[in-house]
């Protein structure tokens, strides 16, 4: 597929998206009621902004900020921590502004703790001058103030889930001083996100799950554009091996444990790629068909893709690049049947799914696979993981901002 001419303006770069995505399918992005369609000038945005929550770590939501910088090459980054040793070159090359939180002790490592203070440094921003701001929000990002002429794009991985429907997890597994402080803030916090919410002017959600997501919190609509999976870097293997794969952070919500017991009953083999706080005492209750490793190359985790029978995927996640690198290496997943898995996976084709989070019915999941393995297809599955491809995303991007 070719690049995107990125030096042209909005309207062409879309124009070029529709020509080169045929019978993609139009759809309204969210506007702010009040926020009039704006007549652009040809080239723009000339001055970009990107607003992200944290930059500490290459995962997900710093792959998306990665290839809205090819979109936009001359974009200024504006976040609240800064760790120019973790994260891609990409993202070094361009100018790095951080708010107040950034000089404060400790930051890099327990930036979490600042969180009350968040949405004070946000406001602090000076995004004056800029024409497109484009916020990342999972952490706090779209809470920036721009001027009246500005459009403000916010690429939602999520709702702050521990403000809203992951509250009550995430508090009962505080500490007594922790759950406290949430208690007391919290409120004030949920208020300020949904007040914020209405400076947006474009709304883009990464799942459909987190489109619910956003209606629920913010009450603004979005429109869904997928996030960007680099397919290219994956190829089915020709020969695959009868162990299982399981791959993320060994946290609670993540689910790990579900995949130990079940694979220890099964007596089934199991690769699990990850660390994590859960992570010593899953090494404890694995059995002997069961493998953890803390962490593998890229290539060797391209391998591990490739040659599994298939991918255990048990968390409720706001979308799942994992099971998308997995389909693009030609190998099937077993996921459970809640959040943006739904919008990759489709049953019986690229994979299956498992009602409930719990042992019993993993283990039914797991016995379903084993039976509907010798229809699988890999083909289906490396052509189901092409609609995530980088190019569909930057169309999504293009034509939500011109519409």
Known sequence: MPELAVDAGIGSLARQAETMMPGAPCRDPCRAPSVPNRSRPEGWPQRVAIVHYWLVTMRGGERVVERLLHLFPHAEIFTHVYDASAVSETIRERPVHTSFINRLPGARRHYQKYLPLMPMALEQLDLRGFDLVISSESGPAKGVITDPDTVHLCYAHSPMRYLW???????????????????????????????????????????????????????????????????????????????????????????????????????????????????????????????????????????????????????????????????????????????????????????????????????????????????????????????????????????????
């Open 165 to 403: 429907d992951h509250y009550h997890q995430y508090r009962g597994s505080a500490g007594r001083l922790t759950r406290l402080m949430m208690t007391l803030l919290f409120g004030r916090l949920r208020h300020w996100d949904m007040t914020s919410a209405a400076r947006i002017d474009i709304v883009v959600a990464n799942s459909q799950f987190i489109k619910k997501r956003i209606a629920k919190a913010w009450r603004r609509d979005a429109v869904v554009v997928h996030p960007p999976v680099d397919t290219s870097l994956f190829t089915p293997a020709a020969v695959v091996g009868d162990e299982y794969l399981w791959v993320g952070q060994m946290t609670p919500y993540k689910r790990a444990d579900l995949a130990v017991d079940a694979f220890n009953a099964l007596q089934l083999p199991l690769l699990m790629v990850g660390d994590g706080e859960m992570a010593a005492e899953l090494r404890k209750c694995a059995g002997p068909t069961i493998r953890i490793i803390p962490r593998m190359r890229f290539d060797e985790l391209r391998h591990a893709y490739a040659t599994s029978k298939a991918l255990i995927f048990t968390p409720e996640e706001d979308f799942g690049i994992v099971p998308v690198e997995m389909m693009a290496s030609g190998r099937p997943v077993l996921a459970y049947a809640r959040g943006g898995i739904r919008d990759s996976l489709v049953e019986r084709k690229t994979g299956l799914f498992f009602e409930h989070q719990t042992v019993g019915s993993l283990i039914d999941g797991v016995r379903a696979m084993e039976a509907w393995l010798p229809e699988f297809d890999p083909a289906d599955a490396v052509a189901q993981a092409e609609r995530f491809a980088p190019e569909h995303f930057d169309a999504g991007i293009l034509a939500a901002l011109e519409a």
